[in-house]
C-alpha cells in the first residue's frame, strides 16, 4: 500500500513538473496571457502610476501642510555689547548664552492660487491621458500578436498542406515503380518520380522552419519562458461573412487622446490667464526659543502667531503672455490634428472594407478553383494506375491542388488581418472573452 501511495504520489509530482512545459492555446488565450504577463505592458501600467502620483503631488499644493524645525547652538565664545558712559565710562554686557534652541512648528493653507488649482486639473488630465495611453499600448501589442497569431496559424496549416502534397508524392513514386516493374512506364518516368519527391523534401524543412521561428516570436512577444512548447489551438478559415459594418470612431482611442489632448489645452490655457491673478494664503505657527549656559533652558520665549500671505505678480517680462500665446497654439494644433486624424481613420476604414470585401470574393473564388483542382487529381489517380498519364503531368496536377489548397489558406488569412485592422480602428476588443476557459 505504502509502495502505491510512493507511486501515484510521484506520478503526481511527475505531472505538476510537467505543467507548463507545454502549452496549448487558442487565439484569445494568446491574447490574454500576452495582456497579462508582457513587459512591454508591465512598463506601461508603471507610466501610468507615474502619472497618478503627480497628480497627487499637484494637489498637495492645495491641501494644508504642517512643517517643523529645530535648532540647537553652542556658542564657544562670549558676545558683548558695550556701552559708553561720559560717567561710568565703558560697561560691556554679555549678550549670549552658552546654549541655545529655536523649535518653530508651521501650519499653511492656500486659500486662492488659480495657477495651482489648474496644474492639478491639468495633471488630472495628463493622468487620464496616461490611461488611454496605455490601453492603446495594451492593443497594439494585441493586434501585433493577433497578426502573428495568425501568420503562424497559416503557416502551421500551410506545413499540413505541403506534407499532404510530400505524401501524394511518394505516392506517386510509390505507384510509378509499381508500374515500371509491370512495365507499364519507362525507367525516365521513374526517375523522374523520384525526383519530385526529393525536390519536394526541401520545400517541406523550410516551411517547418518558419514556423518555428514565428512560435518564437510568438513566446518572445507575450514572455513565455523560452523552455516551455506553445501549441496553437484554431482554424484560420474562421470568417464570418455576414460581418456588419461599422463607421463609428467614437471608441477609437487615438481620437480619444486627441480629445484628452484638447481638454488639457484649454486647461493650460485657464492656468496661464490666472498667472496674472493674485495668490492667497493662511499660516499658523509656534516658536519656542531658550537660552542658558547650562542645559535647563529656563530662560524661554514662547510666540504663538498667524500670518497671512497675498502675492501679487506684477510684471514677469512678457513670459506670462509668451506661455498663454503657446497654449492658445496648442490647442489649435491639437484641433487640426483632430480633423487630420478623424479624415485619415474615416479613409483607412473604407479602404480596409474593400480590401475585405475584396478578400471575401478571392476566398470564393479560391473555394471553386480547390473544388476543380481536387477532381483534377481525382481524375489524375485514376490515370495514372492505368499509365496512361506521364509523371510530370501528375506532379503538375499535385502541385495545383496544393497550389490551389495554400491560395485559399492566403485568402483566409489575408480576410483576417484586414478585419484585425477594422477592429482596431473601430475599438472592438481582441480578446472574446467568452471564448476564455
Known amino acids: ?11 503526481f509530482l511527475l505531472f505538476l513538473a510537467g505543467i507548463g512545459m507545454g502549452q496549448e492555446m487558442s487565439m484569445d488565450e494568446y491574447l490574454d496571457y500576452l495582456r497579462k504577463e508582457s513587459l512591454l505592458i508591465h512598463q506601461s501600467a508603471n507610466h501610468v502610476t507615474d502619472a497618478e502620483l503627480n ?20 556658542d564657544f565664545s562670549k558676545n558683548f555689547l558695550f556701552f559708553n558712559d561720559a560717567d561710568f565710562g565703558v560697561t560691556k554686557l554679555r549678550t549670549n548664552f552658552n546654549n541655545s534652541i529655536n523649535a518653530d512648528v508651521i501650519a499653511n493653507q492656500t486659500l486662492y492660487d488659480p495657477v495651482a488649482s489648474a496644474e492639478y486639473k491639468v495633471a488630472e ?19 501585433q500578436g493577433a497578426r502573428l497569431f495568425l501568420q503562424t496559424l497559416f503557416m502551421k496549416e500551410s506545413v499540413h498542406i505541403i506534407e499532404e502534397s510530400l505524401q501524394l508524392a511518394q505516392d506517386q513514386q510509390q505507384q510509378t515503380q509499381d508500374l515500371y516493374q509491370q512495365g507499364l512506364v519507362s525507367e525516365l518516368e521513374l526517375k523522374q518520380a523520384e525526383l519530385y519527391y526529393q525536390q519536394a523534401l526541401p520545400h517541406l524543412a523550410s516551411a517547418r522552419n518558419s514556423y518555428q521561428t514565428l512560435i518564437n516570436e510568438l513566446k518572445a512577444l507575450a514572455s513565455i519562458p523560452e523552455g516551455d512548447d506553445l501549441h496553437l489551438i484554431g482554424n484560420i478559415t474562421q470568417v464570418d461573412p455576414g460581418a456588419e459594418k461599422v463607421h463609428s470612431l467614437e471608441k477609437n482611442l487615438q481620437l480619444q487622446s486627441i480629445h484628452r489632448e484638447l481638454s488639457m489645452t484649454d486647461l493650460t490655457i485657464r492656468a496661464r490667464e490666472a498667472a496674472w491673478n493674485p495668490k492667497v494664503k493662511v499660516g499658523l505657527g509656534y516658536n519656542l526659543n531658550a537660552q542658558d549656559n547650562e542645559f535647563r533652558f529656563e530662560n524661554e520665549n514662547q510666540l504663538w502667531y498667524g500670518r497671512l500671505s ?28 483632430l480633423q487630420h486624424t478623424r479624415q485619415t481613420l474615416n479613409a483607412q476604414l473604407d479602404n480596409h472594407y474593400l480590401d475585405l470585401g475584396l478578400a ?59 478585419q484585425l485592422e477594422i477592429d482596431k480602428i473601430t475599438g472592438k476588443p481582441f480578446i472574446n472573452n467568452n471564448n476564455l476557459k
Not at 500500500?1 to 506520478?11: D, G, P
Not at 488630465?125 to 493586434?143: K, N, P, S, Y
Request: charged letters at 25%.
Open 125 to 143: 488630465q495628463v493622468a487620464a491621458q496616461a490611461e488611454i495611453d496605455h490601453r492603446e499600448t495594451i492593443d497594439q501589442l494585441l493586434l
Open 55 to 74: 497628480a497627487r503631488a499637484a494637489k498637495s499644493a492645495l491641501l494644508p501642510s504642517v512643517s517643523t524645525a529645530f535648532l540647537y547652538q553652542r
Open 360 to 418: 471575401r470574393k478571392r476566398i470564393g473564388l479560391q473555394e471553386e478553383i480547390l473544388a476543380l483542382a481536387e477532381k483534377e487529381f481525382e481524375i489524375s489517380t485514376y490515370q495514372s494506375s492505368a499509365g496512361i498519364i506521364t509523371a510530370t503531368d501528375r506532379k503538375q496536377i499535385r502541385l495545383d491542388l496544393s497550389r490551389a489548397k495554400l491560395s485559399l489558406l492566403q485568402a483566409h488569412l489575408q480576410a483576417r488581418l484586414t
Open 310 to 337: 497675498i502675492q501679487v505678480p506684477i510684471l514677469t517680462g512678457g513670459y506670462s503672455a509668451a506661455q498663454l500665446q503657446r497654449a492658445r497654439l496648442a490647442k489649435d494644433n491639437a484641433q487640426l490634428q
Open 1 to 11: 500500500m505504502k509502495q502505491f501511495i510512493r507511486h501515484t504520489l510521484s506520478l
